[in-house]
């Protein structure tokens, strides 16, 4: 059982296209994280979220703590956005993060 | 925000030798840092919770004896993959926070084992 599901597991876009990556995840939470994955591994957080809605360029990160769902959104996408996308969660009873499996996401020109 | 920063970021090694993995809190002190291991295609997993000052806490299945973990500030720690085998290039990556939930994940180092 995972606790934190993404969807869609791959995306491939046409440069421009706006883009919206899912994560629903199953315990309460004190906060949610979201992570890039560049091809060769480095990580970049992007986002902490424990409620509302966080904006940083192109990129909006929302959350809904009763529907347990957040989501990640790109806008005007462009291949330099082309990367894996984490969600990760630390649960308000827990000590540890929980991963998902990330969304590979692939711009095209 | 916050700075988390790893070194080296890639390192190649011959199996059998041992490599020291660094995780600096640049802006911050931690009394906490996590660090994870990352699987071809799967998601990220603790291993091990290490504490300043005091011994790591290793999840199930960690060799403690091979994955040694030091925390000897409240800027800096150490993992160092003992005795390395191929089985171990991996992606291993920190974080670090004022609290444990609001941390922050360093860059990550690639770890080849030839």
């Known amino acids: 059982k995972n606790e934190v599901e993404q969807s869609p597991q791959n995306l491939t876009a046409q440069e421009g296209e706006f883009i919206t990556i899912n994560c629903s995840y199953s315990v309460g939470i004190s906060a949610l994280h979201w992570l890039q994955q560049h091809p060769g591994g480095g990580i970049v957080s992007l986002f902490m979220?424990?409620?509302g809605k966080k904006k940083h360029g192109r990129l909006i990160a929302t959350i809904n703590i009763q529907e347990k769902h957040s989501s990640l959104h790109i806008t005007a996408s462009h291949p330099r956005d082309s990367a894996v996308y984490i969600c990760?969660?630390?649960?308000?009873?827990?000590?540890?993060?929980?991963f998902g499996t990330g969304t590979s996401l692939t711009v095209i020109p | 925000g916050a700075v988390v920063s790893q070194h080296p970021s890639r390192v190649i090694c011959k199996s059998g030798t041992s490599v020291k993995i660094e995780c600096r809190s640049l802006d911050f002190q931690a009394t906490t840092m996590f660090w994870y291991r990352q699987f071809p295609k799967k998601s990220l997993m603790l291993m091990a919770t290490?504490?300043?000052?005091?011994?790591?806490?290793?999840e199930q299945g960690v060799e403690k004896d091979k994955f040694l973990i030091n925390h000897a500030s409240l800027t800096l720690s150490t993992l160092t993959v003992t005795s390395a085998h191929p089985e171990d290039s991996s992606f291993y990556i920190c974080s670090g926070g004022q609290s444990t939930d609001t941390q922050y994940f360093g860059p990550g180092t690639r770890l080849t084992v030839l």
């Open positions: 990760a969660v630390f649960p308000n009873t827990g000590n540890q993060f929980y």
């Open positions: 290490s504490n300043e000052g005091s011994k790591a806490t290793y």
């Open positions: 979220l424990s409620s």
